[in-house]
Nanobody, 118 residues
């Protein structure tokens, strides 16, 4: 069973950048899809981006052109580089993993807070 721990969140001004990291332990992530989700109070958790075990990436429309998801299987890490941040990007960001690309994400980190001030 893999465990995930996020880091890198914080307070940043609009237009700034942050890099979130997801450290995995317990097993290698090389056979897992790795994704980022985010959630604000009172709203459903929403998908942000995924990098598949095959390296293919997919983004939600609001993240395209601003966010970049990546993975380093050798370090057992996943990342989310966020540029041109907007106040509406404020949320708790969660790292998630799944074995099957058609299945549900069944492993989640504890989340890291990102706050973008205007």
């Amino acid at each position: 069973q893999v465990q995930l721990v996020e880091s890198g969140g914080g307070l940043v001004q609009a237009g700034g950048s942050l890099r979130l990291s997801c450290a995995a332990s317990g097993r290698t992530i090389s056979s897992l899809d790795m994704a980022w989700f985010r959630q604000t109070p009172g709203k459903e958790r929403e998908f942000v981006a995924v990098v598949g075990k095959n390296g293919i990436t997919l983004y939600t429309d609001s993240a395209k052109g601003r966010f970049t998801i990546s993975r380093d299987n050798a370090k057992n890490m996943a990342y989310l580089q966020m540029n041109s941040l907007k106040p509406e990007d404020t949320a708790v960001y969660y790292c998630a993993a799944r074995e099957s690309s058609s299945g549900k994400y069944d492993t989640w980190g504890q989340g890291t807070q990102v706050t973008v001030s205007s």
